[in-house]
């Protein structure tokens, strides 16, 4: 318990009444115990003179000491307010102010400053020794009967070092300032030294204690006004600082730092405390930006990366090796997403890497890989014939494995019993060492073993035993892991490992020797187990052998490349009859394969010269769903057939050929043709097994049969045209549905005043020029819809009305994107400026442009308020350039359109800005493509793919680092170096395209045809 704020008030009562400080030398090494406490404010005089011999000579008595101890532990105030009645008999023996304390003495005997066993508690007798460092060491926060008796207190008191009063038989003022500068410089029961403890309390300041000669700490240096920490990085404040004391020398010492919040952004006042100083203050500002708080190679092939907060799924993540980023990395996130995992498939080349998220950017350095221990496993060798493993690891930086393969090692043993035994060979294998010629050795010979690395001459050295040899006693099988990470083993696939546990005569665990030393499928004298299958067509264990680990190994060849089924291994020992067979069950599947289709129907109403769309599902030969895209190969749509009772309707054939039925590549549906309208039953059949039956009627063809709108100007402007294109009309079939204009119609175009360059539109000559007339006025256009036979079936009339200026009552600029200011001459950059006119109630006027001025008739010209934007004449039309010299960023103008007489008709702002173009949208021109290989296997990315910059001009790609990637490498391959994509085989893939600068990801659905 600590209460150090009581001490001061505890030693100055030994002096009772204080007034003034007593002056004292100037050096500290010439101070008395008295001037000490004196020049801390802890010991003072009785009178005006200060600590005079007089004073000093006089001796402390029990009530004094007994005030010091409650003052201590914080009972002084509840002993001055005690109204009880239990005393001490001779408690009036002092003065009336003492009276509530010694009575709640006597009623608190706990309080620890209890009486003697005649009832008397002697207030006013003198202080021993004995009992005033027994206050002493309460102070310290020891206590009598429980850390030491009171036959031990000057035993105990040495240990603490508090002796020098020990041999005093009566007490003086001046000892008890001994005893107390001894206190002050002992350790309290908490190992916090009592000055150190007054100064933390505020009880007194570093500057009184180190005046007092007192070695304390005066300031302390090490640590930051102002800290930055990241939101969920690390506590950025010093777990130590460097304390400098009174003497001059300095230490670091622990810092104890108050709390703050890490998850709400703002700054905060941070104090530290410091035993034996007090505290210091800080500041600490907590921010919530991502950053990178560590990036640094875990492995030979790895990166790790922390951030100080979960990164979001959008943000992207990039690697350089110096100015280039990095392709075909693999990017593991922990569950969190604070940490990212980044690998490939070969080891990173040693040099400077930096690691980019956001506006954090971390640089880190990757060293080549080296060896940095070795270690020998072994512990015994065998008397036998053949390579032993002598479990030798070669560990890198990173504590992983090395390949010993690639290393120059000198590899030596030699056996003190046998010294003139044949030379050992060593070979070595991809993770170890081998050892052959032990069979040399007999049992309890030993073999000194030397393994060193010749580049870095780290080695290894150990003595192994020779045993006698182990034999395998028991055998289990472990876990199958199949090849691949599948879920399932197929046909022709290699690589799968299954686990067993084997254990020797001696219950050790045995590790099978690779290759068949220790299994195989023919029974030998010499190979303990025998490996057999109930049927070797489907798994051969004549290609299974022990690998590296002690795993049996599948070689290609165990499992058969045709059929499936489920087989089971066992192992048995010619050479140990008592030894239980193990077994174990493998299931073989061939490749899933589309097996069934279940077809429900046309999905729309089928017509005549259209291909209509089936809902058609597909599964496997395991009843599984499979994606219906498995059935795009051509020997799959080849065994797609469709059978039909009328050929004229639906014709018969397959999907390889398209006819009657086909796979579109593009929905990824199965649809069927109509040829004509009537009615067939349709039998579709999947590799020769029938999968629907269904009766389908056709109907006619969609043909144009109602004309029900035309989009046109109603108003022109004398003279003034507008141009008709197919898209103006707006048609539907016969079944109400939007049609297109289909070839052998016609709309015919007629009127009592307006002109046409063309008075019958057809889809060969689809476009027609309405020109208005001079005279103003309201004219009629009437548009027929004529059938091949030039049968009218429908048409559609309307009014226009032709005005001149007068009729025009209001002009509008249209909307003028943002410019470019420097490229004036470059048409791309330059904005035509178009101006609409409006009648008295709103409704656009087609406007006729004067092909000299580029404007409507009625404007004369067009201003600009900034001489950096002008005009001109292209095409007839009137276009708006800008030409910027300046620093800013941006400029700006009004335009205004302008009558002959002077009146503004129209006014509109353009700026320009004088950012360079850069990309800032780029996409594949067409999201599917069918290519064909005949007419060229390799394409070059750049005619695929088209790019604006922020002006909607054309963006050139050349230049701009992009990645890309395939989904089918044996459909379409890919050549990031040439830009170029190769087209293989026919079949359906999706061609990716990532651009870092926008990490952006487009895709391509690309249907390769022969």
Same mark, same amino acid.
């Given at each position: 318990?600590?209460?150090? *704020?009581?001490?001061?008030?505890?030693?100055?009562?030994?002096?009772?009444?204080?007034?003034?400080?007593?002056?004292?030398?100037?050096?500290?090494?010439?101070?008395?115990?008295?001037?000490?406490?004196?020049?801390?404010?802890?010991?003072?005089?009785?009178?005006?003179?200060?600590?005079?011999?007089?004073?000093?000579?006089?001796?402390?008595?029990?009530?004094?000491?007994?005030?010091?101890?409650?003052?201590?532990?914080?009972?002084?105030?509840?002993?001055?307010?005690?109204?009880?009645?239990?005393?001490?008999?001779?408690?009036?023996?002092?003065?009336?102010?003492?009276?509530?304390?010694?009575?709640?003495? *006597?009623?608190?005997?706990?309080?620890?400053?209890?009486? +003697?066993?005649?009832?008397?508690?002697?207030?006013?007798?003198?202080?021993?020794?004995?009992?005033?460092?027994?206050?002493?060491?309460?102070?310290?926060?020891?206590?009598? /009967?429980?850390?030491?008796?009171?036959?031990?207190?000057?035993?105990?008191?040495?240990?603490?070092?508090?002796? *020098?009063?020990?041999?005093?038989?009566?007490?003086?003022?001046?000892?008890?300032?001994?005893?107390?500068?001894?206190?002050?410089?002992?350790?309290?029961?908490?190992?916090?030294?009592?000055?150190?403890?007054?100064?933390?309390?505020?009880?007194?300041?570093?500057?009184?204690?180190?005046?007092?000669?007192?070695?304390?700490?005066?300031?302390?240096?090490?640590?930051?006004?102002?800290?930055?920490?990241?939101?969920?990085?690390?506590?950025?404040? @010093?777990?130590?600082?460097? !304390?400098?004391?009174?003497?001059?020398?300095?230490?670091?010492?622990?810092?104890?730092?108050?709390?703050?919040?890490?998850?709400?952004?703002?700054?905060?006042?941070?104090?530290?405390?410091?035993?034996?100083?007090?505290?210091?203050?800080?500041?600490? %500002?907590?921010?919530?930006?991502?950053?990178?708080? /560590?990036? +640094?190679?875990?492995?030979?092939?790895?990166?790790?990366?922390?951030?100080?907060?979960?990164?979001?799924?959008?943000?992207?993540?990039?690697?350089?090796?110096?100015?280039?980023?990095?392709?075909?990395?693999?990017?593991?996130?922990?569950?969190?997403?604070?940490?990212?995992?980044?690998?490939?498939?070969?080891?990173?080349? !040693?040099?400077?890497?930096?690691?980019?998220?956001?506006?954090?950017?971390?640089?880190?350095?990757?060293?080549?890989?080296?060896?940095?221990?070795?270690?020998?496993?072994?512990?015994?060798?065998?008397?036998?014939?053949?390579?032993?493993?002598?479990?030798?690891?070669?560990?890198?930086?990173?504590?992983?494995?090395?390949?010993?393969?690639?290393?120059?090692?000198?590899?030596?043993?030699?056996?003190?019993?046998?010294?003139?035994?044949?030379?050992?060979?060593?070979?070595?294998?991809?993770?170890?060492?081998?050892?052959?010629?032990?069979?040399?050795? !007999?049992?309890?010979?030993?073999?000194?073993?030397?393994?060193?690395?010749?580049?870095?001459?780290?080695?290894?050295?150990?003595?192994?035993?020779?045993?006698?040899?182990?034999?395998?006693?028991?055998?289990?099988?472990?876990?199958?892991?199949?090849?691949?990470?599948?879920?399932?083993?197929?046909?022709?696939?290699?690589?799968?490992?299954?686990?067993?546990?084997?254990? &020797?005569?001696?219950?050790? @665990?045995?590790?099978?020797?690779?290759?068949?030393?220790?299994?195989?499928?023919?029974?030998?004298?010499?190979?303990?187990?025998?490996?057999?299958?109930? /049927?070797? %067509?489907?798994?051969?264990?004549?290609?299974?052998?022990?690998?590296?680990?002690?795993?049996?190994?599948?070689?290609?060849?165990?499992?058969?490349?045709?059929?499936?089924?489920?087989?089971?291994?066992?192992?048995?020992?010619?050479?140990? !009859?008592?030894?239980?067979?193990?077994?174990?069950?493998?299931?073989?599947?061939?490749?899933?394969?589309?097996?069934?289709?279940?077809?429900?129907?046309?999905?729309?109403?089928?017509?005549?010269?259209?291909?209509?769309?089936?809902?058609?599902?597909?599964?496997?030969? +395991?009843?599984?769903?499979?994606?219906?895209?498995?059935?795009?190969?051509?020997?799959?749509?080849?065994?797609?057939?469709?059978?039909?009772?009328?050929?004229?309707?639906?014709?018969?054939?397959?999907?390889?050929?398209?006819?009657?039925?086909?796979?579109?590549?593009?929905?990824?549906?199965?649809?069927?043709?109509?040829?004509?309208?009537?009615?067939?039953?349709?039998?579709?059949?999947?590799?020769?097994?029938?999968?629907?039956?269904?009766?389908?009627?056709?109907?006619?063809?969609?043909?144009?049969?109602?004309?029900?709108?035309?989009?046109?100007?109603?108003?022109?402007?004398?003279?003034?045209?507008?141009?008709?294109?197919?898209?103006?009309?707006?048609?539907? &079939?016969?079944?109400?549905? @939007?049609?297109?204009?289909?070839?052998?119609?016609?709309?015919?175009?007629?009127?009592?005043?307006?002109?046409?360059?063309?008075?019958?539109?057809?889809?060969?000559?689809?476009?027609?020029?309405?020109?208005?007339?001079?005279?103003?006025?309201?004219?009629?256009?009437?548009?027929?819809?004529?059938?091949?036979?030039?049968?009218?079936?429908?048409?559609?009339?309307?009014?226009?009305?032709?005005?001149?200026?007068?009729?025009?009552?209001?002009?509008?600029?249209?909307?003028?994107?943002?410019?470019?200011?420097?490229?004036?001459?470059?048409?791309?950059?330059?904005?035509?400026?178009?101006?609409?006119?409006?009648?008295?109630?709103?409704?656009?006027?087609?406007?006729?442009?004067?092909?000299?001025?580029?404007?409507?008739?009625?404007?004369?010209?067009?201003?600009?308020?900034?001489?950096?934007?002008?005009?001109?004449?292209?095409?007839?039309?009137?276009?708006?350039?800008?030409?910027?010299?300046?620093?800013?960023?941006?400029?700006?103008?009004?335009? *205004?359109?302008?009558?002959?007489?002077?009146?503004?008709?129209?006014?509109?702002?353009?700026?320009?800005?004088?950012?360079?173009?850069?990309?800032?949208?780029?996409?594949?021109?067409?999201?599917?493509?069918?290519?064909?290989?005949?007419?060229?296997?390799?394409?070059?990315?750049?005619?695929?793919?088209?790019?604006?910059?922020?002006?909607?001009?054309?963006?050139?790609?050349?230049?701009?680092?992009?990645?890309?990637?395939?989904?089918?490498?044996?459909?379409?391959?890919?050549?990031?170096?040439?830009?170029?994509?190769?087209?293989?085989?026919?079949?359906?893939?999706?061609?990716?395209?990532?651009? @870092?600068?926008?990490?952006?990801?487009?895709?391509?659905?690309?249907?390769?045809?022969?």
């Amino acid at each position: 318990m600590r209460k150090m *704020k009581k001490i001061l008030a505890v030693i100055l009562a030994i002096s009772m009444i204080a007034v003034l400080f007593t002056a004292v030398p100037a050096s500290a090494e010439t101070l008395t115990d008295p001037q000490k406490l004196a020049a801390m404010n802890l010991f003072r005089g009785d009178s005006a003179d200060g600590l005079t011999p007089q004073y000093l000579a006089k001796a402390p008595d029990r009530k004094t000491a007994a005030r010091l101890l409650l003052r201590f532990t914080g009972l002084e105030e509840a002993a001055d307010a005690y109204t009880g009645t239990a005393t001490f008999s001779d408690a009036t023996s002092a003065t009336v102010y003492w009276q509530p304390m010694i009575g709640y003495l *006597k009623a608190n005997p706990s309080a620890g400053f209890g009486g +003697y066993e005649d009832g008397t508690f002697r207030p006013n007798d003198a202080m021993t020794a004995q009992a005033f460092y027994k206050v002493l060491l309460t102070i310290l926060g020891y206590k009598q /009967d429980t850390d030491f008796t009171w036959a031990q207190t000057f035993t105990f008191a040495a240990s603490k070092g508090l002796s *020098k009063i020990a041999n005093k038989t009566s007490l003086t003022n001046a000892d008890a300032a001994t005893a107390m500068v001894e206190a002050l410089n002992a350790n309290t029961k908490a190992g916090e030294k009592l000055v150190n403890a007054l100064i933390n309390d505020g009880v007194v300041t570093a500057t009184q204690a180190a005046a007092a000669g007192f070695n304390v700490i005066t300031t302390i240096t090490g640590y930051e006004a102002q800290y930055t920490m990241a939101y969920g990085g690390a506590n950025p404040l @010093p777990a130590t600082v460097t !304390a400098v004391y009174q003497s001059g020398t300095s230490a670091s010492v622990p810092v104890a730092w108050s709390s703050f919040s890490t998850t709400v952004e703002g700054t905060y006042n941070v104090t530290g405390t410091i035993e034996g100083f007090g505290t210091i203050s800080t500041k600490v %500002t907590l921010t919530k930006t991502l950053l990178i708080t /560590d990036a +640094y190679p875990s492995g030979t092939k790895e990166i790790t990366v922390t951030f100080n907060m979960p990164v979001p799924v959008s943000t992207a993540v990039t690697c350089k090796f110096g100015v280039s980023v990095l392709q075909g990395l693999t990017q593991t996130w922990s569950a969190d997403r604070k940490t990212l995992k980044i690998t490939r498939t070969y080891n990173f080349t !040693a040099g400077t890497y930096t690691i980019t998220a956001l506006n954090s950017t971390k640089e880190f350095a990757v060293e080549n890989e080296k060896l940095t221990q070795v270690e020998i496993g072994a512990t015994n060798l065998y008397p036998q014939s053949g390579a032993q493993d002598l479990n030798v690891t070669f560990y890198n930086q990173y504590g992983s494995p090395m390949n010993p393969l690639t290393m120059s090692l000198q590899l030596t043993a030699f056996s003190p019993e046998k010294p003139s035994a044949p030379a050992f060979v060593f070979s070595k294998t991809a993770t170890s060492i081998l050892i052959s010629g032990i069979d040399n050795l !007999a049992v309890n010979d030993t073999l000194n073993l030397f393994v060193i690395d010749n580049a870095t001459a780290i080695a290894a050295t150990k003595r192994v035993t020779v045993v006698t040899a182990p034999t395998i006693s028991s055998f289990s099988f472990g876990e199958l892991t199949i090849a691949a990470s599948a879920t399932k083993i197929l046909t022709g696939t290699s690589g799968h490992l299954l686990s067993v546990y084997a254990y &020797d005569q001696y219950g050790n @665990p045995y590790k099978l020797r690779t290759g068949n030393q220790d299994i195989s499928s023919t029974v030998s004298a010499t190979v303990p187990l025998f490996i057999t299958c109930t /049927d070797s %067509t489907i798994v051969n264990p004549a290609y299974i052998e022990v690998n590296a680990d002690g795993k049996l190994f599948f070689k290609p060849g165990a499992i058969s490349t045709t059929k499936g089924g489920t087989v089971t291994l066992t192992v048995m020992s010619p050479m140990n !009859a008592s030894m239980a067979n193990a077994t174990f069950s493998i299931t073989v599947y061939e490749p899933a394969a589309i097996s069934t289709l279940q077809i429900q129907g046309v999905s729309t109403t089928m017509y005549a010269g259209q291909w209509s769309p089936m809902v058609v599902f597909a599964y496997d030969q +395991y009843g599984n769903f499979l994606s219906l895209d498995n059935i795009n190969t051509p020997a799959n749509l080849a065994k797609l057939t469709l059978i039909s009772s009328n050929g004229a309707v639906i014709p018969s054939g397959n999907a390889g050929s398209a006819t009657g039925i086909r796979y579109n590549t593009a929905t990824k549906v199965l649809e069927i043709y109509g040829a004509a309208s009537g009615t067939s039953t349709v039998m579709i059949s999947y590799d020769g097994r029938l999968q629907a039956t269904m009766s389908i009627t056709v109907q006619a063809s969609a043909a144009p049969s109602q004309l029900t709108g035309v989009t046109l100007p109603t108003v022109f402007q004398k003279n003034a045209y507008a141009n008709l294109t197919l898209d103006s009309f707006a048609l539907f &079939d016969q079944y109400g549905a @939007p049609i297109s204009l289909a070839a052998g119609y016609t709309i015919t175009v007629a009127s009592s005043g307006l002109t046409t360059d063309n008075p019958s539109i057809t889809t060969a000559t689809a476009t027609a020029k309405i020109t208005a007339p001079s005279t103003a006025g309201t004219y009629d256009l009437v548009f027929t819809l004529k059938d091949p036979s030039n049968n009218t079936l429908s048409s559609q009339s309307m009014s226009v009305q032709v005005v001149d200026t007068t009729g025009i009552s209001s002009y509008q600029f249209d909307v003028i994107g943002t410019m470019y200011s420097k490229a004036p001459t470059d048409p791309n950059y330059q904005k035509l400026i178009n101006i609409t006119g409006r009648t008295a109630t709103g409704v656009s006027v087609q406007l006729v442009y004067n092909p000299a001025t580029g404007l409507p008739e009625g404007i004369q010209n067009v201003t600009s308020s900034n001489s950096a934007f002008s005009t001109e004449v292209r095409a007839g039309r009137l276009y708006l350039k800008a030409n910027y010299t300046g620093t800013a960023s941006s400029v700006s103008t009004t335009l *205004k359109a302008w009558s002959s007489t002077g009146a503004e008709l129209a006014s509109t702002t353009a700026t320009a800005s004088t950012v360079a173009p850069y990309m800032q949208n780029v996409y594949f021109i067409d999201t599917t493509k069918t290519l064909a290989i005949s007419g060229g296997a390799t394409k070059n990315f750049s005619n695929f793919l088209a790019a604006k910059d922020q002006y909607g001009v054309t963006f050139n790609l050349p230049g701009i680092d992009v990645f890309y990637m395939t989904s089918n490498a044996n459909v379409i391959s890919v050549d990031n170096a040439a830009d170029t994509f190769t087209l293989l085989t026919a079949g359906t893939c999706t061609l990716k395209a990532y651009f @870092p600068a926008t990490d952006r990801t487009l895709e391509m659905v690309v249907n390769v045809t022969n």
